[in-house]
Protein backbone atom coordinates (compact mmCIF):
# COMPACT_ATOMS: atom_id res chain seq x y z
CA UNK A 1 0.00 0.00 0.00
CA UNK A 2 1.35 3.56 -0.53
CA UNK A 3 1.63 5.48 2.14
CA UNK A 4 1.98 9.16 2.50
CA UNK A 5 2.68 10.23 6.24
CA UNK A 6 2.53 13.54 7.61
CA UNK A 7 4.61 14.12 10.46
CA UNK A 8 2.19 15.81 12.79
CA UNK A 9 -1.40 15.07 13.56
CA UNK A 10 -2.27 18.04 15.58
CA UNK A 11 0.18 21.01 16.14
CA UNK A 12 -0.36 24.10 18.03
CA UNK A 13 1.85 26.82 17.44
CA UNK A 14 2.26 30.60 18.29
CA UNK A 15 1.47 33.78 15.81
CA UNK A 16 4.52 34.53 14.55
CA UNK A 17 6.61 30.69 14.31
CA UNK A 18 8.13 29.64 11.69
CA UNK A 19 6.37 26.20 10.97
CA UNK A 20 7.52 23.36 9.36
CA UNK A 21 4.99 20.51 8.00
CA UNK A 22 6.50 17.35 6.57
CA UNK A 23 5.45 15.07 4.76
CA UNK A 24 6.97 11.75 3.30
CA UNK A 25 5.89 9.03 0.71
CA UNK A 26 7.29 5.52 -0.16
CA UNK A 27 6.24 4.71 -3.41
CA UNK A 28 8.56 6.54 -4.93
CA UNK A 29 5.66 9.11 -6.29
CA UNK A 30 7.30 12.37 -8.73
CA UNK A 31 4.65 14.61 -7.92
CA UNK A 32 3.46 16.21 -4.37
CA UNK A 33 0.57 18.61 -3.45
CA UNK A 34 -0.55 20.73 -0.31
CA UNK A 35 -3.40 21.51 0.37
CA UNK A 36 -5.57 23.16 2.99
CA UNK A 37 -8.73 22.32 4.04
CA UNK A 38 -11.55 24.95 5.77
CA UNK A 39 -14.88 24.28 6.83
CA UNK A 40 -17.22 25.41 3.60
CA UNK A 41 -14.13 26.43 1.58
CA UNK A 42 -13.25 22.61 0.46
CA UNK A 43 -9.69 21.88 -0.45
CA UNK A 44 -7.60 24.47 -1.57
CA UNK A 45 -4.46 23.54 -3.38
CA UNK A 46 -0.95 25.83 -1.61
CA UNK A 47 2.18 24.14 -3.85
CA UNK A 48 2.81 21.50 -5.25
CA UNK A 49 5.96 19.74 -7.21
CA UNK A 50 6.86 17.67 -10.02
CA UNK A 51 10.12 16.61 -9.30
CA UNK A 52 13.38 17.54 -6.71
CA UNK A 53 13.29 21.37 -5.68
CA UNK A 54 10.96 21.89 -8.49
CA UNK A 55 8.03 23.63 -6.85
CA UNK A 56 4.85 24.99 -8.56
CA UNK A 57 2.47 27.72 -6.94
CA UNK A 58 -0.95 26.60 -6.55
CA UNK A 59 -4.60 28.92 -6.20
CA UNK A 60 -3.37 29.99 -2.34
CA UNK A 61 0.15 30.22 -2.15
CA UNK A 62 0.66 33.52 -0.31
CA UNK A 63 2.28 32.99 3.71
CA UNK A 64 3.88 29.68 2.54
CA UNK A 65 7.02 28.12 1.04
CA UNK A 66 7.88 24.48 0.05
CA UNK A 67 10.67 22.49 -0.07
CA UNK A 68 11.54 19.26 -2.00
CA UNK A 69 15.28 18.37 -1.55
CA UNK A 70 14.38 14.84 -1.66
CA UNK A 71 11.97 12.87 -4.27
CA UNK A 72 10.09 11.39 -0.82
CA UNK A 73 9.66 14.35 1.00
CA UNK A 74 7.85 17.78 0.50
CA UNK A 75 8.14 20.04 3.40
CA UNK A 76 5.47 23.12 3.93
CA UNK A 77 6.52 26.24 5.53
CA UNK A 78 4.79 28.85 7.42
CA UNK A 79 7.44 31.55 7.64
CA UNK A 80 5.75 33.27 10.33
CA UNK A 81 2.57 32.01 11.29
CA UNK A 82 -0.94 33.60 11.56
CA UNK A 83 -4.04 33.14 12.82
CA UNK A 84 -5.79 32.90 9.57
CA UNK A 85 -3.53 30.11 8.87
CA UNK A 86 -5.53 28.00 11.13
CA UNK A 87 -6.38 24.95 9.58
CA UNK A 88 -6.45 21.30 8.44
CA UNK A 89 -3.32 20.63 6.02
CA UNK A 90 -3.59 17.61 3.41
CA UNK A 91 -0.35 16.25 1.81
CA UNK A 92 -0.89 13.71 -1.86
CA UNK A 93 1.23 12.61 -4.49
CA UNK A 94 0.84 10.70 -7.30
CA UNK A 95 2.86 8.75 -9.38
CA UNK A 96 2.79 11.03 -13.66
CA UNK A 97 2.16 7.89 -15.94
CA UNK A 98 1.00 4.79 -15.75
CA UNK A 99 -2.09 3.02 -13.89
CA UNK A 100 -2.02 4.26 -10.85
CA UNK A 101 -1.68 7.87 -11.12
CA UNK A 102 -4.61 8.98 -8.74
CA UNK A 103 -4.10 10.47 -5.55
CA UNK A 104 -2.90 9.20 -2.18
CA UNK A 105 -3.31 11.50 0.66
CA UNK A 106 -2.20 11.71 4.21
CA UNK A 107 -3.85 11.68 6.88
CA UNK A 108 -3.99 15.58 7.69
CA UNK A 109 -2.31 17.94 10.23
CA UNK A 110 -4.73 19.91 11.67
CA UNK A 111 -2.65 23.50 12.71
CA UNK A 112 -4.13 25.97 15.47
CA UNK A 113 -2.11 29.08 15.51
CA UNK A 114 -2.73 31.13 18.67
CA UNK B 1 -9.70 21.45 -15.46
CA UNK B 2 -13.49 21.68 -15.87
CA UNK B 3 -15.91 22.49 -12.52
CA UNK B 4 -18.28 19.98 -11.65
CA UNK B 5 -21.06 20.46 -10.00
CA UNK B 6 -22.95 18.16 -6.86
CA UNK B 7 -25.44 18.25 -4.41
CA UNK B 8 -24.58 19.40 -1.37
CA UNK B 9 -25.99 16.54 1.03
CA UNK B 10 -28.15 13.07 0.11
CA UNK B 11 -29.36 10.46 2.69
CA UNK B 12 -29.10 6.60 2.02
CA UNK B 13 -30.75 3.64 4.36
CA UNK B 14 -27.81 1.64 5.35
CA UNK B 15 -28.30 -1.68 2.75
CA UNK B 16 -29.46 0.39 -0.11
CA UNK B 17 -27.76 1.99 -3.28
CA UNK B 18 -26.48 5.10 -2.89
CA UNK B 19 -26.29 7.05 -6.44
CA UNK B 20 -24.26 10.27 -6.52
CA UNK B 21 -24.92 12.35 -9.03
CA UNK B 22 -22.26 14.37 -10.83
CA UNK B 23 -22.33 17.19 -13.69
CA UNK B 24 -19.37 18.18 -15.54
CA UNK B 25 -20.53 19.43 -19.08
CA UNK B 26 -17.53 21.28 -20.25
CA UNK B 27 -15.55 18.48 -19.73
CA UNK B 28 -13.43 18.16 -22.42
CA UNK B 29 -12.40 14.95 -24.76
CA UNK B 30 -9.15 13.88 -22.64
CA UNK B 31 -10.25 14.86 -19.33
CA UNK B 32 -11.68 11.66 -16.82
CA UNK B 33 -13.53 11.53 -13.93
CA UNK B 34 -12.22 11.09 -10.49
CA UNK B 35 -14.67 10.14 -7.23
CA UNK B 36 -12.55 10.30 -4.02
CA UNK B 37 -14.38 10.49 -0.62
CA UNK B 38 -12.69 12.01 2.54
CA UNK B 39 -14.49 10.18 5.76
CA UNK B 40 -13.82 12.74 8.61
CA UNK B 41 -10.71 13.87 10.01
CA UNK B 42 -8.91 11.62 7.74
CA UNK B 43 -7.19 12.53 4.13
CA UNK B 44 -9.56 11.94 1.16
CA UNK B 45 -9.64 8.61 -0.45
CA UNK B 46 -9.81 7.24 -4.17
CA UNK B 47 -12.81 5.36 -5.09
CA UNK B 48 -12.82 5.33 -8.95
CA UNK B 49 -12.30 6.81 -11.85
CA UNK B 50 -13.34 6.64 -15.69
CA UNK B 51 -12.95 7.98 -19.38
CA UNK B 52 -16.42 6.98 -21.18
CA UNK B 53 -17.12 3.49 -20.30
CA UNK B 54 -18.93 1.96 -17.10
CA UNK B 55 -16.12 1.39 -14.43
CA UNK B 56 -16.58 -1.10 -11.31
CA UNK B 57 -14.39 -1.72 -8.68
CA UNK B 58 -14.81 -3.48 -5.35
CA UNK B 59 -15.47 -0.23 -3.48
CA UNK B 60 -18.07 1.35 -6.29
CA UNK B 61 -19.37 1.77 -9.98
CA UNK B 62 -18.82 4.99 -12.25
CA UNK B 63 -21.33 5.34 -14.60
CA UNK B 64 -20.66 8.18 -17.38
CA UNK B 65 -23.47 9.42 -19.52
CA UNK B 66 -22.54 9.22 -23.45
CA UNK B 67 -22.35 12.66 -23.68
CA UNK B 68 -20.17 12.74 -20.93
CA UNK B 69 -21.60 15.88 -19.16
CA UNK B 70 -22.49 13.53 -16.54
CA UNK B 71 -21.70 10.71 -13.81
CA UNK B 72 -23.34 8.91 -11.11
CA UNK B 73 -21.47 7.34 -8.69
CA UNK B 74 -22.88 4.16 -7.21
CA UNK B 75 -22.54 2.33 -3.55
CA UNK B 76 -24.67 -1.02 -4.19
CA UNK B 77 -24.94 -1.58 -0.50
CA UNK B 78 -24.39 1.43 1.72
CA UNK B 79 -23.16 0.61 4.72
CA UNK B 80 -22.79 3.22 7.73
CA UNK B 81 -19.02 3.56 7.16
CA UNK B 82 -20.07 5.01 3.97
CA UNK B 83 -20.75 7.98 5.56
CA UNK B 84 -18.38 10.72 3.95
CA UNK B 85 -18.14 13.73 1.67
CA UNK B 86 -17.86 12.25 -1.92
CA UNK B 87 -15.55 14.26 -4.30
CA UNK B 88 -16.33 14.51 -8.38
CA UNK B 89 -13.58 15.83 -9.92
CA UNK B 90 -12.43 16.16 -13.75
CA UNK B 91 -8.61 16.08 -15.14
CA UNK B 92 -6.41 14.81 -17.56
CA UNK B 93 -5.32 11.29 -16.51
CA UNK B 94 -1.67 12.00 -15.77
CA UNK B 95 -0.25 12.44 -12.16
CA UNK B 96 1.28 15.81 -12.96
CA UNK B 97 -2.72 17.25 -13.14
CA UNK B 98 -3.95 19.29 -10.35
CA UNK B 99 -7.10 17.95 -8.48
CA UNK B 100 -9.60 20.68 -7.75
CA UNK B 101 -11.68 19.94 -5.33
CA UNK B 102 -15.03 21.17 -4.84
CA UNK B 103 -17.30 20.85 -1.34
CA UNK B 104 -18.84 17.53 -3.16
CA UNK B 105 -21.61 15.58 -1.68
CA UNK B 106 -22.21 14.80 2.04
CA UNK B 107 -23.74 11.63 2.25
CA UNK B 108 -25.07 10.00 5.11
CA UNK B 109 -25.63 6.58 5.72
CA UNK B 110 -29.24 5.76 8.17
CA UNK B 111 -29.23 2.79 10.14
Known amino acids: DVKVTQSSRYLVKRTGEKVFLECVQD?????MFWYRQDPGLGLRLIYF???????EKGDIPEGYSVSREKKERFSLILESASTNQTSMYLC?????????????FGQGTRLTVV | DAKTTQPPSMDCAEGRAANLPCNHS???????VYWYRQIHSQGPQYIIH???NNETNEMASLIITEDRKSSTLILPHATLRDTAVYYC????????????FGTGTRLKVLA
Open chain 1, 92 to 104: ASTLTRGKGTEAF
Open chain 1, 27 to 31: MDHEN
Open chain 1, 49 to 55: SYDVKMK
Open chain 2, 26 to 32: TISGNEY
Open chain 2, 50 to 52: GLK
Open chain 2, 89 to 100: IVRGLSGTYKYI
